[in-house]
């Protein structure tokens, strides 16, 4: 299984997406950019978490 076929990480991914669309045009360009690296953070720390249960089951798998 893949991070990107989790319900989860496309929930996530599309929140992020919807960010980006509705600040756009906003000219708080601190404010924008903070919000958006947030949104974001949330699908990288998914995928993040996601790859890093993987690869310890994997390093578990291969001592036994």
Excluded: H
């Excluded at 599309?14 to 669309?21: D, F, G, H, Q």
């Excluded at 906003?26 to 974001?40: A, C, P």
């Excluded at 699908?43 to 291969?62: D, H, K, T, V, W």
Aim: with cysteine; aromatic share 10%; net charge positive.
């Amino acid at each position: 299984m893949r991070f990107e076929d989790l319900a989860v990480w496309k929930r996530a991914m599309k929140l992020s997406a919807n960010i980006y669309k509705e600040l756009k045009n906003l000219k708080d360009y601190g404010f924008k950019d903070q919000i958006t690296r947030s949104g974001l953070s949330i699908p990288s720390n998914i995928a993040e978490g996601f790859e890093r249960e993987n690869s310890a089951q994997r390093l578990q798998s291969s001592c036994r």
